[in-house]
């Protein structure tokens, strides 16, 4: 059974910082395509950081320069190291694992969510001026 499990939300200040993980389990991890997305109240989910089966990273523009996505093949553990925090990253976190082949991968230039696999049950974030 495919289990994601997020943690290391929390309430901080503006410019503070904070390292989400994604403890995953009941499948490939290495072979997955891996992200982190976030949804506001009001907004629909968009996705903020991904990584695929060869370490290859892409951001949405707004964290670019912000946050850092790694993976720990060997704990099966997705990270997100997020710096400078501002109040617009206010949301809930979602880890997502989706078997992508590397064909695919190639004709986007990065990992391409179109139906999620295997989605966690969330993490909050608030950032607060």
């Known amino acids: 059974q495919v289990q994601l499990v997020e943690s290391g939300g929390g309430s901080v200040q503006a410019g503070g910082s904070l390292r989400l993980s994604c403890a995953a389990s009941g499948y490939s991890f290495s072979e997955y395509c891996m992200g982190w997305f976030r949804q506001a109240p009001g907004k629909e989910r968009e996705e903020v950081a991904s990584?695929?089966?060869?370490?290859?990273?892409s951001y949405t523009d707004s964290v670019k320069g912000r946050f850092t996505l790694s993976k720990d093949n060997a704990k099966n553990i997705l990270y997100l190291q997020m710096n400078n925090l501002k109040p617009d990253d206010t949301a809930m976190y979602y880890c997502?694992?989706?078997?992508?082949?590397?064909?695919?991968?190639?004709?986007?230039?990065?990992?391409?969510?179109?139906?999620?696999?295997?989605w966690g049950k969330g993490t909050q974030v608030t950032v607060s001026n």
């Open positions: 990584i695929d089966s060869n370490r290859l990273t």
């Open positions: 997502a694992a989706d078997y992508q082949t590397v064909s695919f991968i190639r004709s986007l230039g990065r990992c391409g969510y179109y139906g999620v696999d295997h």
